[in-house]
């Protein structure tokens, strides 16, 4: 509503090997157009550490392209990065 910040909204992006320091990762997400404009920050690196380590020493972030029905996640860092990573969005 009007006035009121967007919910909170988690996902976990799964990357596989792709292209030294880049991922790309499509989400569905009902209702999102190409002009909704998306929040996004990487939370977490689901590993057996659970913690934000690598996502500090690889650099990592995230940026989030918006297309009918879908987002589109690009990780993007300064090494290799392969695993499960947590990312909180939000849609305006």
């Known amino acids: ?6 919910p909170v909204l988690t996902s976990v992006l799964n990357v596989t090997p792709m292209a030294y320091g880049y991922a ?12 909704s404009k998306v929040l996004c920050w990487l939370v977490a ?5 659970n913690d934000v380590e690598e996502l500090a020493d690889t ?9 009918a029905g879908q987002i589109r996640f690009v990780l993007t860092g300064n090494s290799a990065f392969v695993g ?9």
């Open 45 to 49: 690196e689901l590993d057996a550490e």
């Open 59 to 67: 650099g990592m972030a995230v940026f989030a392209v918006p297309e």
């Open 24 to 35: 790309e990762v499509v989400v569905a997400s009902a209702g999102v157009t190409a002009a």
């Open 84 to 92: 499960a990573f947590k990312v909180n969005y939000q849609i305006g």
């Open 1 to 6: 509503p009007a006035g009121l910040p967007a």
